[in-house]
């Protein structure tokens, strides 16, 4: 089974602190995403890469950015943690067919709190 | 990416036929339709996708219409563990890159006792 492990379940850090989150694949995905989720606004995507050093911005980049130095990892690192981004973040991982779109594994997600 | 309607909520018996519709009006002719559930407190999981013919795996069935201007997913015979957010996507197949799937607000489907 393909798996995409989050490195934390759940995390509390202080505003202001550098936070990263660490999310790794077992099946030799070109492509990785993150998300976060809130009540009433569902899955938004913030970043995401198609090839190791690559990385494109989604939806809501702003406060955020990402390293990919490895194929099977991909990390979120929140510069400067804020209130408002206190959410439960998603890591996704897929693979590239030329010919047919193939679906997204998602992880089990990080609960992150910033007091 | 087309835009998705789902009925905010439904419910089912247990053991019945769930039937969850997704209207796809704008759907473009290269565009799939992909159908992910979420259970409480994990991350969303994939069921089924297709293009324009009906397709049937070991967790559902998805029944495009003819126009493809929408769809249905159907769990054959619903169990408690069904009871999650269910998210019709319709999206252009990535080719050569990738971008993010673009969830909506789903259906929370609720299966009773």
């Known amino acids: 089974d393909v798996k995409v492990t989050q490195s934390s379940r759940y995390l509390v850090k202080r505003t202001g602190e550098k936070v990263f989150l660490e999310c790794v694949q077992d099946?030799?995905?070109?492509?990785m995403f993150w998300y976060r989720q809130d009540p009433g606004l569902g899955l938004r995507l913030i970043y995401f890469?198609?090839?190791?050093?690559?990385?494109e911005k989604g939806d809501i980049p702003e406060g955020y950015s990402v390293s990919r130095e490895k194929k099977e990892r991909f990390s979120l690192i929140l510069e400067s943690a804020s209130t408002n981004q206190t959410s439960m973040y998603l890591c996704?991982?897929?693979?590239?067919?030329?010919?047919?779109?193939?679906?997204?594994?998602f992880g089990q997600g990080t609960r992150l709190t910033v007091v | 990416d087309a835009k998705t309607t789902q009925p905010p909520s439904m419910d089912c018996a247990e053991g019945r036929a769930a039937n969850l519709p997704c209207n796809h009006s704008?759907?473009?002719?290269?565009?799939?339709v992909y159908w992910y559930r979420q259970i409480h407190s994990q991350g969303p999981q994939y069921i089924i996708h297709?293009?324009?013919n009906n397709e049937t795996n070991e967790m559902a069935s998805l029944i495009i219409t003819e126009d493809r201007k929408s769809s249905t997913l159907i769990l054959p015979h619903a169990t408690l563990r069904d009871t999650a957010v269910y998210y019709c996507?319709?999206?252009?197949?990535?080719?050569?890159?990738?971008?993010?799937?673009?969830f909506g607000k789903g259906t929370h489907l609720i299966i009773q006792p």
């Open positions: 996704a991982s897929s693979l590239t067919d030329l010919i047919m779109n193939t679906e997204a594994f």
């Open positions: 099946m030799d995905h070109e492509n």
């Open positions: 890469s198609y090839d190791v050093k690559m990385k």
């Open positions: 704008t759907i473009s002719g290269n565009e799939y």
């Open positions: 297709g293009l324009k």
């Open positions: 996507i319709v999206r252009v197949a990535s080719g050569g890159g990738a971008d993010g799937l673009t």
